[in-house]
């Protein structure tokens, strides 16, 4: 049975706001347009944490309940909530899991995997998903060469990647914290 996934999620951190943006499409194999209105961003730990999810949705899905887990047992401390994910899933061995999270509150900016990597981007920009190279690539641009603001920037890096990847549509979310 081939799997659901297909997205892209980007995150920027300017001027003290982060947010994360990401489209809706759902895609099952390589040809098939599933479901084009899926919420991949969502917030959690009474709205003060947000996170973004792509990869198969049964992991993705998996991964959300478990970190949301680590969140209500660390009194939403992110990093901390973060490394105790990791920790469990590494003990648990899903090596067959494909999906990656985009974590955030109003200081930090993560990106955890299903192999239990917990990675900081250096530069307050990072991307996951099938389009999320060419949304990086656009949000690092936007970042340094004009003045808009996180928002503004990580919607247009979701445009330039809707318009490049096919795995993505223009049907955003986007959360600030």
Do not use: W
């Not at 997205?7 to 994360?20: H, L, N, P, S």
């Not at 949705?57 to 998996?62: E, K, L, V």
């Not at 047992?73 to 105790?84: H, N, P, T």
């Not at 590494?90 to 900016?109: C, F, P, Q, W, Y």
Request: hydrophobic share 45%.
């Amino acid at each position: 049975m081939e799997q659901f996934k297909g997205t892209t999620i980007v995150a920027v951190k300017r001027d003290g706001k982060t947010v994360i943006a990401g489209d809706g499409q759902v895609t099952m194999g390589q040809s098939i347009i599933f479901k084009g209105n899926a919420h991949k961003v969502r917030r959690l730990f009474d709205d003060k944490v947000v996170a973004g999810f792509a990869g198969g949705t049964a992991d993705a899905f998996y991964m959300c309940e478990e970190f949301e887990k680590m969140l209500n047992k660390y009194s939403g401390s992110l990093m901390r909530s973060a490394v105790e994910y990791a920790k469990n899933i590494r003990s648990m061995g899903h090596n067959n899991a494909e999906a990656m999270m985009i974590v955030a509150d109003k200081t930090t900016l993560l990106i955890l995997t299903c192999m239990g990597d917990v990675i900081e981007p250096e530069d307050g920009i990072c991307a996951i998903g099938s389009g999320g190279n060419y949304a990086l690539a656009a949000a690092k641009a936007l970042l340094q060469n004009t003045n808009l603001s996180a928002r503004e920037i990580a919607v247009k890096a979701m445009e330039i990647a809707s318009d490049i990847c096919v795995f993505t549509n223009k049907n955003f979310l986007v959360e600030e914290v």
